[in-house]
T-cell receptor
Framework: AQSVTQLGSHVSVSEGALVLLRCNYSSSVPPYLFWYVQYPNQGLQLLLK??????LVKGINGFEAEFKKSETSFHLTKPSAHMSDAAEYFCAVSATNTGFQKLVFGTGTRLLVSP | GAGVSQSPSNKVTEKGKDVELRCDPISGHTALYWYRQSLGQGLEFLIYFQGNSAPDKSGLPSDRFSAERTGGSVSTLTIQRTQQEDSAVYLC????????????FGPGTRLLVL
């Protein structure tokens, strides 16, 4: 079984500051890992994904995440926050040994960006 | 190309009524998923379709929920005898053959049961 824990339901940063959103996963098999972003009243947009290739994954809008097996983590970072980054972010995991890739989501982290 | 579309975008219904939610996946995507996003439960998997194969219904919360997919394309999620706890955003996603780990989500249908 897979699960994801996102630490911090809310994270506040100033514009231009580093963004760090934490995600730890649990999986009995090698996982696929994802970060999705959700803007108000919209669906989920894929930011980036880890599929067992490079451990440092670059995504859209300047975000990146690093897969650390020893720490079972997949934290999302961005060097400099923009006001437009304010949204809810979801980490998700799926198993690589199932016939389909059901996503198991974390509870989400709302990113607040102040001027 | 066009993304995943869902209709209606918002639905208000009375307790006990039936509702139908529609999803049009991206053209060429053979896999289709339904998820539910609610305040109490977060994002939950509901059901999965792959082409014309029998769906995986393991996430459906009760027998009031059902879904079908016609012609391997459009899907309808039906909730019978709606309850207030069914109020949520229902999200549909689809994925491409050979890249099923990447799901593309629609904007969702916001269901409110009064």
């Amino acid at each position: 079984a897979q699960s994801v824990t996102q630490l911090g339901s809310h994270v506040s940063v100033s514009e231009g500051a580093l963004v760090l959103l934490r995600c730890n996963y649990s999986s009995s098999v090698p996982p696929y890992l994802f970060w999705y972003v959700q803007y108000p009243n919209q669906g989920l947009q894929l930011l980036l994904k880890y599929t067992s290739a490079a451990t440092l994954v670059k995504g859209i809008n300047g975000f990146e995440a690093e897969f650390k097996k020893s720490e079972t983590s997949f934290h999302l970072t961005k060097p400099s926050a923009h006001m437009s980054d304010a949204a809810e972010y979801f980490c998700a995991v799926s198993a690589t040994n199932t016939g389909f890739q059901k996503l198991v989501f974390g509870t989400g982290t709302r990113l607040l960006v102040s001027p | 190309g066009a993304g995943v579309s869902q209709s209606p975008s918002n639905k208000v219904t009375e307790k006990g009524k039936d509702v139908e939610l529609r999803c049009d996946p991206i053209s060429g995507h053979t896999a289709l998923y339904w998820y539910r996003q609610s305040l109490g439960q977060g994002l939950e998997f509901l059901i999965y379709f792959q082409g014309n194969s029998a769906p995986d219904k393991s996430g459906l919360p009760s027998d009031r929920f059902s879904a079908e997919r016609t012609g391997g394309s459009v899907s309808t999620l039906t909730i019978q005898r709606t309850q207030q706890e069914d109020s949520a955003v229902y999200l549909c996603a689809s994925s491409y053959p050979g890249q099923q780990e990447t799901q593309y989500f629609g904007p969702g249908t916001r269901l409110l049961v009064l």
